[in-house]
Structures are given as structure tokens and as C-alpha cells.
């Protein structure tokens, strides 16, 4: 839930800050914008990354532990 909170909020962020960066003015309000964006699109991507990836990889690991769990258990029985 902490990960879908920060995706949100940097995709706010970013609609927030787009009608101020200025990409036809003078090359350093140019520069700082494209870095700007750079940088808030890599944000963005690394939190969709750890929301839609790493979701799944907890789960199949979460799966996984059970089915050794209940391994050793029939294990123990036999």
C-alpha cells in the first residue's frame, strides 16, 4: 500500500510541475526542465516497478515458504 501511496504522489508531482517547466526559454531553464523530467520519470518508474514487480515477487516467495513448510510437515508425519 506504502508503494502504490509514493506512486501516486510522484505522478501528482510531476501533473503539479508540468505547466511551470519551460522548455522554449533560455538553455538553462531548458536544461533543468529536461533534467527535471528525467529524474521525475525515473521515480515514477522505479515505483511502478517495485509496485507491480515486487508485489508479485512477495507473493510467489510467500507461496513458496508455505509449500516447504507444509513439506516438512508430511515429512515428519511419514
Not at 511502478?48 to 510467500?62: D, M, V
Amino acid at each position: 500500500m506504502k508503494r502504490l501511496l509514493y506512486l501516486l504522489t510522484s505522478v501528482g508531482l510531476l501533473f503539479y510541475a508540468l505547466p511551470s517547466l519551460s522548455v522554449t526559454h533560455s538553455i538553462e531553464q531548458t536544461i533543468f526542465s529536461l533534467a527535471w523530467l528525467f529524474f521525475a520519470l525515473c521515480v515514477i518508474g522505479g515505483n511502478l516497478y517495485a509496485f507491480l514487480y515486487l508485489n508479485e515477487k512477495n507473493k510467489a516467495s510467500h507461496v513458496k515458504k508455505k509449500e516447504v513448510t507444509y513439506q516438512r510437515q508430511r515429512s515428519l508425519l511419514h
